[in-house]
């Protein structure tokens, strides 16, 4: 009987009972809200993936019908500026000129060409802590691109979206020498980003069999050491295999940076230099077009004096400049790409040795391993142009 007067166990127990079922009802009201915003989220997602590919797509084969800019056209407007004072070059009859002796249209192009022979014709290398431009006359050719680029995209995208967008080539990969551009804001790390690669605008011979040829003699040292691994202590073994593929990867960066420079260094500095000389310095001031005061030798004045900062650099005034700036290159190039694939040819070395002192007939399979690894570290054809979106409400 005293249980049953009892009734705090079950007012507690319906107490519990009340708690679940309004819990219940209330996730029944919450879940379908809950649900439309995940599923709001998840389509903005796709969403927005979706548009930064159709975007990317449609900047690099978007057409410019007109295009126009003037070789050496930032130094002409210095040396203007700095002759006759600020305002200078406003002036009609320079304008008229300029564009007479130095401009240059480009008709019917889309953007990713314009953009790769952008960055070819910047060819900046950054090393030792400085950075290095060896092409001064195509400022204004970088700058009419970008402002073409930002122009289509915001007509593209509209208001809604925040933009970067950068076309980077490293001839080298992983090594900072080549060209690049970049536009818009810094990126967040909620910005929708995708990647393209575009073709650089000219024709190569550096193929795989290209790269074979060249270092022939280094992947025949390398069966030899491979196919008498079981007679030498390892240790030399693996020394001799990672001198080898050194020397294999010196050959290649020095036969690439010839073809760099002859693509980018002789066709744009040295014709547009010959241009510069026969015309730009009877128009723009100097004392006597061929002794180097006026347009010309002082864009070549630029170029050497930054070289000369670079102990690397040894001036012959025996030797064209492009002949100094490939020697000059060929250098900093090997260091650059020695100081990142250190560690790998190592591990290479290590692997190939391994596969072949107990198997002999492996040592074929070593020697293109070797090779596709040398050839990979080149990669003059392409550009990497990167856009990245992201919603300025989101």
Known sequence: MQMIKDTRGFSSFFDVLLFLMLVSVSAVLVLPAMVDNIQLVALHDTNAAGHNSQVIKSLQNGRVDDFSYAVAGTQMDNLVNGTFGPGATDSGFYQTGKKLVAGREIEHKIFADLASESVASQFNIYHADRSVRLNLLTDEYRENVDVQMRDYLEMQIGDRYNYNVSVVWRPFRDVPIGGETHMGPAVPDTAYVESRWITMPYRTEFTRYHVEELIADELKDIGLALGSA????????????????????NKTVDDAVGTIVKMTIEKTIEKAQAAVNQQMDSVVPGDNPGDNTGISGIIMDEVLAELKDDPAFIEDAGLELSEQITGYMQEVAREEVHAVIAGEVDVLASGITDQCVSNVDAVDGAKDEVLDYVFSRIDISRARMTLSLWDKNW
């Open 230 to 249: 079981n007679e030498v202590p390892r240790e030399e073994t693996e020394e001799l295999i990672t001198g080898h593929i050194n020397d294999a990867i």
